[in-house]
C-alpha cells in the first residue's frame, strides 16, 4: 500500500488553473457572513474582497470584532460564508475540490493550542506533516533545520507540555510549517507571549517567510507584529475593509508627521498661538523645560520654526516624529489604539509620553 | 508542495547541511531528499494515527490503568454482590455476565474514546488542523476510530483475563471468533461514538451527558434478542449473542449461519455509516454557524 496510494494532487498540480496560469494564493470575492438572528445578528464580515498574491506577507489589523479571525475562519472553509467565494490557488474551499488545496495550506488560530502537548516537539512535526499531507520521512532534514532556526534543538524530544509558554509558541509555529504549506494563515500569533518571545517570534516569522517564499497572512491586534512582519496591510473595521496597501504607502499618507521641541522658554502664551496657528498635539512639562509635539509638513515646518524665533525661544531639542500604523489605524478607522492594544496591554507606536492636547488627534499618554 | 524545500537557503544555510546558494531556488541539497518532499500515502497517514496513539498509551498508562481498575472494581462489586444475592443462579449464569461484561467495557471504552476525543480535539485548536486535511476528515477520524479500538480492546482482554481468574471461570477464546465478533459488534458503537461527537462539536457542553449513554449499552448487550428478533438491528445486540455463543458455547466464527454474520456486518456498517453522516452534518452546520472549534 505504501506509496501507492496518493491522496491529493502534488500541490504544484493543484495551484494552477485550468490555463497554466498561477492564481494568486487567496481570492476572497465578496464574502459576507452573519452570526445569529434576528435582533441579535451580527455582521462579522460584510462583503469583503482580497486578493493576495504568492510570497506576500499580509497583516489583517482591526480591533476585537472586526472580522479578521472569521475571515481568516471563512478563507480556511472552516466557517462557510453566506454570501461570496473562497479560492485558494484557485481552488473553491467550500466546493468538492477543497481537499486539494488543504495541501497547500496550514493555520495557526487564535488561543488554540494547534499542537499535541503529550507529544514530543518532534513527534509533533512528524504527525502534523504526516495529516498536512506530507510523508515525514522525507522532510526529516526541514525539520531539524525548522527546530534549529526557532532554537528548540535541545527540545527536540521533550514533551510540549514540559516547555515554557513562549516555546509553546514556537512549537505551534512550527507544526504549522512542519508540512510545507505554502499558504500560512497566522491568528494572533504571539498572543500570550512575553516581549522576549514575541521578538523572537516576530524576527524568526519573518526570516521563515522570505526564506521560504511563504506567503503568510498574519493577524494580530499588535501593531509591532503587524510592521515588523508584513509588507501589505489590511485593517478591518466593522467587517469591512477599510484600508489596504504596503505598509510603507500607508505609513507615508499618515499625514502625521510632527517635530517635538523641547526648550525653557515654552511660555502659555505660545502655546495658545501654537494651538492656535498650527496642529498642536501634545505638551509635556518636565521642570523648567517644555516640550511640544506639532504636526507640521513641508513649508509648516519653516513657518514653526519662524514662530519659534518671533517668540525668542531657544531650542534645546528637536526631533521628528514619524508615524506609525497606531497613528495610519487611527486616522483611517477613528479606533482610539488602545481599542486594538494587544492581550497584553501592549500597543505599537513612537515613543510619545506627551500629554495630548485636546482632540487634536493626540495619541494616548 | 510547489513551494518545495529548496535549499535555498532557507533555514538550512546557516545551519551547514544544505549546499548551494541562497539564491538558488532549484539548488539540491546534498546528501539527502530534503528537496523532494513525497506525498504521505494512507499508510503514512494510519501509521501516524496509530502510533500517536501507540505513544500517549504508553507515555501515560495512568488512563488505562485507571479505566482498568475501575472496571475490575465494578465487576468485583457486582460478583461477589450478586454471590451474596442470588448465590448459585449467579454462577449459573456467570459465563454469560462475564462475556456481556467484556463487550461492555469494550462498548464502553470504543464510545467514549471517541466522542471525548473529538471534545478534546475541539478544545485544543486540532480538530481543525484534522478537518483542513488533504486527506479528508473521514479517513482520519476512522483511523482514529480504529486506533481507539485497538486500545481498548487491549485495556478489555486484560479485564478478561482478570475476570477469569476472580471467578475461576473457563471460555472459549478463539482470538479470530472474538476478535471478529467483538470487533464488529463495537464498530456499531463507533458509530454512537461519531454521533456524539459531532453533536458535542454543536454543542459543546453535551459531552457529558451523551457519556451517559454508555448505560444503556448494558440494556442493549442483554437484550432480548430470542423473543423480540428486531432487537438484533439495535447496535450491540446481535453482536453480543454471537459473542455468547463464541464465547460461551465454543461455536467458531465460521460455524456460524452467514445470514447471522451478514446481519452483523450490516448493523456495523449501518450505525458506522449512520454515525458518520450525523458527524458530517453536525460538523457542516458547525461551519456554517460559526462555532466549529469555538470553545
Known amino acids: 500500500m505504501r506509496g501507492s496510494e496518493r491522496v491529493f494532487t502534488a500541490p504544484s498540480e493543484s495551484s494552477r488553473s485550468p490555463a497554466g496560469t498561477r492564481s494568486p494564493a487567496l481570492a476572497i470575492e465578496g464574502v459576507s457572513k452573519r452570526f445569529g438572528s434576528g435582533d441579535d445578528t451580527v455582521l462579522a464580515v460584510d462583503d469583503v474582497s482580497l486578493t493576495i498574491e504568492r510570497g506576500s506577507i499580509v497583516g489583517l489589523l482591526g480591533p476585537n470584532g472586526a472580522g479578521k479571525t472569521t475571515l481568516i475562519k471563512c478563507a480556511l472553509g472552516i466557517v462557510l460564508p453566506d454570501d461570496g467565494s473562497v479560492r485558494v490557488f484557485g481552488t473553491d474551499v467550500s466546493g468538492r475540490g477543497r481537499r486539494a488545496a488543504y495541501a497547500d495550506v496550514d493555520a495557526m488560530l487564535e488561543g488554540a493550542r494547534n499542537d499535541y502537548w503529550r507529544l514530543t516537539v518532534r513527534e509533533n512535526l512528524r504527525y502534523f506533516s504526516t495529516i498536512s499531507g506530507v510523508d515525514p520521512d522525507s522532510v526529516a532534514d526541514r525539520h531539524d533545520r525548522l527546530l534549529a532556526r526557532l532554537d528548540l534543538t535541545d527540545k527536540a524530544n521533550t514533551a510540549v507540555r514540559d516547555l515554557s509558554r513562549g516555546m509553546k509558541g514556537k512549537v505551534s509555529l512550527a507544526s504549522v510549517l512542519a508540512g510545507g504549506a505554502e499558504l500560512v494563515f497566522l491568528d494572533e500569533p504571539t498572543l500570550g507571549l512575553d516581549v522576549e518571545g514575541s521578538r523572537t517570534l516576530r524576527r524568526e516569522l519573518r526570516r521563515l517567510a522570505v526564506e521560504e517564499g511563504l506567503t503568510v497572512v498574519v493577524s494580530s491586534h499588535d501593531m509591532t507584529t503587524i510592521e515588523a512582519v508584513c509588507d501589505r496591510v489590511v485593517m478591518m473595521a466593522g467587517g469591512k475593509i477599510v484600508a489596504d496597501d504596503t505598509v510603507a504607502t500607508l505609513l507615508s499618507a499618515a499625514d502625521r508627521d510632527a517635530v517635538r521641541v523641547t526648550s525653557a522658554d515654552i511660555n502659555e502664551r505660545l502655546l495658545s498661538t501654537l494651538d492656535q496657528r498650527f496642529d498642536l498635539r501634545a505638551v509635556e512639562t518636565n521642570g523648567p523645560r517644555t516640550t511640544v509635539e506639532v504636526g507640521v509638513v513641508g513649508d509648516r515646518l519653516y513657518e514653526l520654526m519662524d514662530t519659534l524665533r518671533e517668540a525668542a525661544v531657544t531650542v534645546e531639542d528637536v526631533r521628528t516624529v514619524k508615524p506609525n500604523l497606531e497613528d495610519v489605524f487611527m486616522s483611517v478607522t477613528g479606533v482610539e489604539t488602545d481599542v486594538i492594544g494587544g492581550p497584553d496591554g501592549t500597543t505599537s507606536g513612537n515613543d510619545s509620553i506627551l500629554t495630548p492636547v485636546g482632540d487634536s488627534g493626540g495619541r494616548p499618554s | ?295
Not at chain 2, 482482554?157 to 471461570?169: K, Q, S, Y
Not at chain 2, 449501518?270 to 460538523?283: E, I, S
Open chain 2, 1 to 295: 508542495m510547489s513551494r518545495e524545500l529548496d535549499g535555498s537557503g532557507s533555514i538550512a544555510s546557516e545551519s551547514g547541511s544544505v549546499t548551494g546558494d541562497s539564491a538558488g531556488a532549484t539548488d539540491s541539497p546534498s546528501g539527502d531528499d530534503a528537496d523532494n518532499p513525497r506525498p504521505a500515502t494512507y499508510y503514512h497517514l494510519a501509521r501516524a494515527v496509530l502510533y500517536r496513539e501507540f505513544l500517549i498509551f504508553v507515555r501515560y498508562p495512568a488512563n488505562a490503568v485507571g479505566g482498568i481498575v475501575v472496571a475490575l472494581f465494578f465487576f468485583g462489586v457486582l460478583f461477589y454482590g450478586g454471590q451474596l444475592l442470588a448465590g448459585q443462579a449467579l454462577a449459573d449464569s456467570l459465563e454469560g455476565i462475564i462475556t456481556g461484561y467484556f463487550l461492555w467495557t469494550l462498548s464502553v471504552g470504543a464510545y467514549s474514546s471517541v466522542s471525548n476525543d473529538i471534545g478534546s480535539e475541539v478544545q485544543w485548536g486540532t480538530l481543525e488542523r484534522h478537518i483542513t486535511t488533504p486527506f479528508g476528515f473521514a479517513p482520519v477520524a476512522l483511523l482514529k476510530g480504529v486506533a481507539k479500538v485497538v486500545r481498548t480492546f487491549l485495556t478489555s482482554a486484560i479485564v478478561l483475563v482478570f475476570m477469569l481468574l476472580l471467578t475461576g471461570t473457563r471460555l472459549s477464546l478463539d482470538p479470530i471468533t472474538v476478535v471478529s465478533i467483538a470487533g464488529l459488534a463495537i464498530v456499531s458503537v463507533l458509530g454512537l461514538g461519531f454521533a456524539a461527537g459531532g453533536i458535542t462539536v454543536l454543542y459543546k457542553r453535551i459531552g457529558n451527558w451523551l457519556n451517559l449513554l454508555q448505560f444503556g449499552f448494558i440494556v442493549l448487550i442483554s437484550a432480548p434478542v430470542f423473543e423480540l428478533p428486531w432487537t438484533r438491528v439495535l447496535p450491540l445486540a446481535h453482536g453480543s449473542a454471537l459473542l455468547q455463543r463464541a464465547m460461551v458455547d465454543g461455536v467458531r466464527l465460521w460455524e456460524f449461519g452467514l445470514a447471522e454474520l451478514a446481519l452483523l456486518v450490516g448493523v456495523a456498517v449501518g450505525y458506522l455509516f449512520g454515525g458518520y453522516l450525523v458527524f458530517h452534518y453536525a460538523t457542516r452546520r458547525a461551519r456554517r454557524l460559526g462555532v466549529l472549534g469555538d470553545y
